[in-house]
């Protein structure tokens, strides 16, 4: 026979087959059945069992219920979701069978708690609703109540994806929609559905159109949308009510970066250089609150595209990079300042703790400060408008002020939360109980008086409450109203009728101070969340504060410039550097280096050098000073003149050493195909050694091929940068127009070569690798045995390139010089309507045909 909370557990369960149930049941969380194994052996804690009636034992694991973050987080981190079941009806009064319901499902994107969540980055629930060639896309952070949608190319998906890293991805049913490895939840179609979707965020936000958040008829957007409503709904109802607005992102408004172009160019980690961290983020961030930490990684991930805006940022940016004290007074006062975004949203939710409100009014008092120091200069025009958007707050502060504590205590209840002052109830039964109080913490001295008994103590237990214990030797001192209640070994313990009067009296104030309390601090919450949007709005502005003072902080500390941006299709860039490694290098190490590019002369530049010269870092360092300057930074150069770039490509070959053969090979195809179908006149294109996951012919053939495509073809003609170690790349230069050959210079000395890391007109005409496999500490016997090879090697044909290679007509014959009937047919080819796969398939029989010939 299963008991009644048996079946109760199993009724509930089966509501939730694909939750981990937490079932409370007192000070416990437990799990049953499997969840019980999964949890004990994910959280490493004892797996027992339970009986429920008769003969039916379960497996079972707990958790105590004040340690329910810290699991939670574990299991969350480990793949779960988790559905909280609360007892809904007090324990103490309910007959019987405590009711009990599933208050909220916990999962990545719905996580609030804040020892789960990394301060610096945004946690997004995002939901996908594709249809043909487009999709609607909506994200919401419930932690800041951020909430947008829009709608893009379904080929720029896995971008955006790339781009705000959702902790949670919403899809339909069956859609068939790949989010990279970030969690994935099915929804039926029908939470997707844009009428009912749109009747859904018009309920829940209490309008009669949707024109205001400018989603009106975008059926896409307006689908995915609804569906984060509908999910929250079902899943953390507190979290939908942090919701406060919904605004529509227009396409086009900000550069794409795609997935790899994020990781090669390390905007946010590192990898390739020493330092895990070292990235541009890590570069340029010296914010001094989490929101403005947040505000700047966005920025890196969305470049914008419209001048105004980002004159607007520049002006401000240069207005903190004139003057050391303004910079420094702003870091002081936002130094004060706290996640004014995530409390206003607790605090909205109703989960606010004291120290939030205290924390909260700290931070909006520094407001004003900030406000007026943006106004000052001559200069102050753009600072100062947006100082003005940090609202004062004086009635938020002052009602906070006058009803928190100075030091509160971490929960309601104990009456040392509201200021002594603001509510003359509170005041009064706390006085009320002062006295009750002072006579029992007075009893134990007053009583030994009394009694002359100097042993005799006042103690307090659970079960019976105040007591006055005596030891056995004097019990038969005691007075005659003391009446006893406990026997121990040693000791009598007593009560007296005057002592439980006043222990009620202590109870029924605690009680009472508890009820008051927790009412007047819930008011005070209600009446700041009414000023929410307001006080969101000033969060914004300190944020977007905070990450323009860091601009100009490392701007003036690291000596950036101002680079002027136009709708130009150039870029010069004079003495420019490389943000991060130089940041890695002692002073004044750093190379720097100039360059220019423009689509209507030296479009496409191709650099050759050898290896360690410092080609990956100079083109790199191009694509970095190009995104810096479009997210309203100055950059590491003498001077910079960007014409704007709608969207940076790169393409890092794969290294030859380790796990190369065909299918990897084929990734790098695929993805070079990929920007060839997407790239457009405005976009840069870096390119690091493609086609060097093959054999030195095959990729030769398709670095040149890509190379003259991006020149040759109307829809492309943009900007390019091509770092290569295929020296026969030179040659380009002679035969289209547009290409330009760089190489980075290295000198010889005595036989030992050095790298100069300096980009100078003209291909590269050795090759050092000897060289560099000396300085690598390869042991003298193979390095002379190499150079033997070498000059062995000079006159024959050898793919891989001795110095002297351009004399030596032989090795060029199967490119550089195709047969007619494989030109003629290449020339045939239609490369834009064969898909990728078509193409490599043309191109190994291509290569096999030119092969054949002598
Ligand atoms: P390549 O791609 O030509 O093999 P990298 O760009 O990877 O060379 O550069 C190799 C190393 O040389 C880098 O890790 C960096 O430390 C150093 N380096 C590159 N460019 C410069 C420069 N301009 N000034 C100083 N050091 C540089
Ligand atoms: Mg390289």
Redesign the pocket.
């Known amino acids: 026979m299963s008991t009644p909370a048996r079946l109760q557990y199993l009724r509930i369960k089966a509501e939730h087959p694909d939750e981990i149930l937490l079932f409370r049941m007192g000070d416990f969380y437990e799990t049953f059945d499997d969840d019980a194994e999964v949890v004990a052996r994910d959280l490493e804690i004892a797996l027992t069992s339970r009986e429920f009636g008769k003969g039916e034992r379960v497996p079972l694991a707990g958790i105590p219920y004040h340690a329910l973050e810290g699991y939670l987080g574990r299991l969350i981190r480990a793949g779960h979701r988790v559905a909280l079941c609360e007892q809904t009806s007090d324990p103490a009064t309910s007959r019987g069978l405590v009711d009990r319901e599933v208050v909220r499902i916990v999962t990545p994107g719905t996580v609030v708690e804040e020892s789960i969540l990394d301060p610096a980055a945004n946690s997004y629930l995002a939901a996908v609703c594709p249809a043909d060639g487009q999709v609607g896309l909506a994200y919401a952070d419930i932690t800041t109540g951020e909430f947008v949608t829009g709608q893009v190319p379904a080929g720029d998906l896995a971008d955006e994806l790339a781009r705000l890293s959702p902790a949670e991805v919403l899809v339909p049913e069956g859609a068939g929609i790949d989010a990279a490895g970030r969690p994935l939840v099915e929804l039926a179609p029908a939470a997707f559905a844009p009428e009912a979707a749109a009747d859904r965020l018009r309920r829940h936000f209490s309008v009669l159109t949707l024109e205001a958040f400018g989603c009106e008829g975008m059926e896409l957007a307006t689908g995915s949308a609804g569906a984060i409503v509908h999910y929250l709904d079902r899943s953390h109802r507190d979290g939908l009510a942090r919701l406060g607005g919904l605004s529509t992102r227009s396409a086009g408004s900000r550069m794409l970066l795609d997935d790899r172009t994020v990781r090669n160019l390390e905007l946010f980690e590192g990898g ?2 020493a330092r895990a961290d070292a990235s541009l983020a890590w570069v340029l961030d010296d914010t001094r609150t989490a929101m403005g930490a947040r505000l700047l990684r966005r920025w890196i991930g969305a470049p914008l595209l419209d001048l105004g805006e980002l004159g607007t940022r520049q002006d401000v940016v240069e207005w903190f990079h004139s003057s050391a004290l303004r910079r420094l007074r702003a870091a002081e006062l936002l130094s004060g300042v706290s996640d004014i975004e995530r409390l206003i949203v607790r605090v909205r939710g109703g989960s606010a703790s004291p120290r939030d409100l205290l924390a909260l009014a700290d931070s909006l008092r520094a407001g004003p400060q900030v406000r007026e120091l943006l106004r000052s200069g001559d200069d102050a025009g753009p600072a100062a408008a947006l100082g003005s958007g940090v609202g004062a707050h004086e009635e938020v502060i002052g009602l906070i002020g006058a009803a928190v504590a100075d030091d509160p205590s971490a929960s309601v209840g104990d009456g040392r939360v509201i200021r002594r002052g603001y509510s003359a109830e509170l005041d009064a039964i706390r006085d009320g109980a002062r006295g009750a109080r002072d006579y029992i913490a007075g009893l134990e001295a007053s009583e030994r008086d009394r009694t002359g008994i100097r042993s005799l103590k006042v103690g307090y237990n659970r079960v019976f409450g105040y007591y006055i214990e005596v030891s056995k030797a004097n019990a038969d001192r005691v007075p005659a109203e003391y009446v006893r209640r406990q026997t121990l070994v040693n000791a009598e313990r007593y009560v007296t009728p005057e002592m439980k009067e006043y222990e009620s009296r202590v109870l029924e104030a605690q009680d009472r101070i508890a009820e008051v309390e927790a009412a007047l601090f819930a008011g005070v919450c209600a009446e700041v969340a009414r000023s929410a949007d307001a006080v969101l709005a000033t969060g914004r502005a300190l944020a977007r504060i905070d990450a323009l003072r860091s601009l100009g902080e490392v701007a003036a500390a690291r000596a950036y410039v101002r680079p002027e941006v136009d709708g130009g299709t150039g870029l010069e860039i004079e003495a420019g ?2 943000p991060v ?2 940041r ?2 002692p002073a004044g ?5 100039d360059a220019t590019l423009s689509a209507e002369q030296e479009q496409l530049v191709v650099l050759t ?13 191009v694509a970095l000073i190009v995104l810096m300057a479009q997210i309203g930074s100055f950059v590491p150069a003498r001077s910079a003149r960007v014409g704007l770039v709608d969207r940076i490509f790169t393409r890092v070959g794969l290294q030859d050493d380790l796990t190369v053969g065909q299918s990897t090979f084929m990734v790098e195809m695929v993805e070079t195909a990929a920007i060839l179908n997407h790239a457009g006149p405005r976009s840069l294109i870096v390119l ?2 493609i086609g060097r996951g093959t054999s030195t012919y095959d990729g030769l053939a398709i670095a040149r091929a890509t190379a003259e495509y991006i020149h040759n073809h109307p829809d492309l003609g943009c900007r390019t940068l091509f ?1 290569t ?1 295929y020296h026969e790349l030179t040659r380009l230069a002679e035969q289209l127009p547009r290409v330009r050959n760089y190489n ?1 210079s290295v000198a010889e000395d005595r036989g030992e070569v050095v ?1 100069l ?3 100078v007109p003209g291909g590269a005409d050795r090759s050092y690798g000897v060289h560099v496999a000396r300085l690598a500490g390869l042991p003298a016997g193979v390095i002379a045995r190499a150079w033997d090879v070498l000059s062995e090697l000079e006159g024959a044909e050898s793919p891989n390139g001795p110095p002297g290679r351009a004399e030596s007509p032989h090795r060029q014959l199967s490119l550089l010089a195709p047969t007619p009937r494989v030109v003629e047919e290449l020339a045939a080819l239609d490369p834009s309507s064969m898909t990728p796969l078509e193409a490599i398939a043309k191109l190994y029989e291509l290569r096999d045909r030119a092969r054949e010939r002598p």
């Open positions: 390739r250089s550097r490389h490694v130089e890695m290098l190490q750093f190379v720097p280096n050098g050898p290896n360690m010269a410092g080609k990956s870092t100079f083109i790199r360092q690091d050694e770092a170690h980075v790298f890391r300096r980009i």
